[in-house]
């Protein structure tokens, strides 16, 4: 059973770094959360799936603040029940398997009722996403833009140089930016509430990749565009299906930070209200 496409949201923007950041060594045993690519022409590329996976912990963290619930992919851990944690799924199997039983309809409203709010907006095994981030495409090569550094390889207990072990790790410099979209398909008020108090959190800084307590993977989102459609709407559907250029397609919607503090504002309000009613 597909979804039916009723309503898109596009965010466009940069992400600009203000300070070098790290590309993942590939060495074993040295973490990095950011797989960076370089292109044929040795330019880096920040992989969509990298940014995306950023944008799941920053949701995960705000989703308290929100009144929204967030698995952390581990129900024993987070305390909230969630299809997507393999073992909350493995123990209850039966009931999946029951309501499987009834029909596509039983199974869908009960990975629904079943998965948390940030695993609604990201994906996950049983479920796809809502949201896809685009790859980060260099918008300023610059000379010298990939550089070597040394480093030592930390003992991760006490936190001093292992004798012996050093190896080197490329940087990228400062000011890098990197042209990139996001893509909601069928929002709740949820989702955008969400997603919105990400991109409030990343207008005003953030880190990425590995090294971010020496200094590096500072960034901060630069946000130029927010559009929409509404596929329900006669005249917006007709220029929709119609339009050749991708732009066209969608309507601007406005100042992002008005659009999202509204959505934002409103899950507040209904945090509030169910809060006041308990
Ligand atoms: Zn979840």
Redesign the pocket.
């Known amino acids: 059973m597909i979804e039916r496409l009723e309503r898109k949201l596009q965010i466009t923007g940069k992400i600009v770094f203000e300070t070098g950041w790290r590309i993942g060594s590939g060495r074993a045993g040295l973490t990095c959360d950011l797989g960076v690519l370089l292109d044929a022409e040795g330019l880096p590329l920040l992989p969509g799936s990298s940014i995306k996976g950023k944008l799941r912990s920053t949701c995960e963290a705000l989703a308290p603040a929100l009144n929204l619930?967030?698995?952390?992919?581990n129900s024993a851990f987070s305390n909230?029940d969630?299809a997507?944690?393999v073992k909350w799924y493995t123990k209850n199997r039966d009931d999946y398997e029951t309501q499987l039983r009834n029909g596509p309809f039983s199974q869908l409203r009960w990975i629904e009722a079943h998965?948390?709010d940030?695993?609604k907006l990201f994906g996950?095994p049983v479920r796809a996403a809502r949201l896809r981030c685009s790859d980060g495409r260099l918008v300023n090569p610059m000379p010298y833009l990939v550089s070597v550094r040394d480093g030592v390889v930390l003992d991760r207990d006490s936190h001093t140089a292992a004798e012996g072990l050093k190896y080197d790790y490329e940087t990228v410099a400062a000011g890098t930016a990197f042209e990139v979209s996001f893509d909601l398909d069928n929002p709740t008020p949820q989702d955008e509430a969400l997603l919105g108090a990400a991109l409030f959190e990343w207008a005003a800084g953030s880190t990425l990749g590995g090294f971010t307590s020496r200094g590096l993977g500072r960034f901060r989102l630069e946000i130029n565009a927010l559009r929409g459609v509404d596929l329900t709407d006669p005249q917006q559907r007709r220029r929709y299906l119609l339009e050749v250029q991708p732009h066209n397609k969608l309507s601007d919607l406005g100042d992002w930070k008005t659009y999202f503090q509204t959505k934002i504002d409103k899950q507040l309000q209904a945090a509030a209200t169910a809060a006041g009613g308990a």
């Open positions: 619930k967030a698995c952390l992919l909230v969630c997507s944690d998965t948390c940030v695993c996950s």
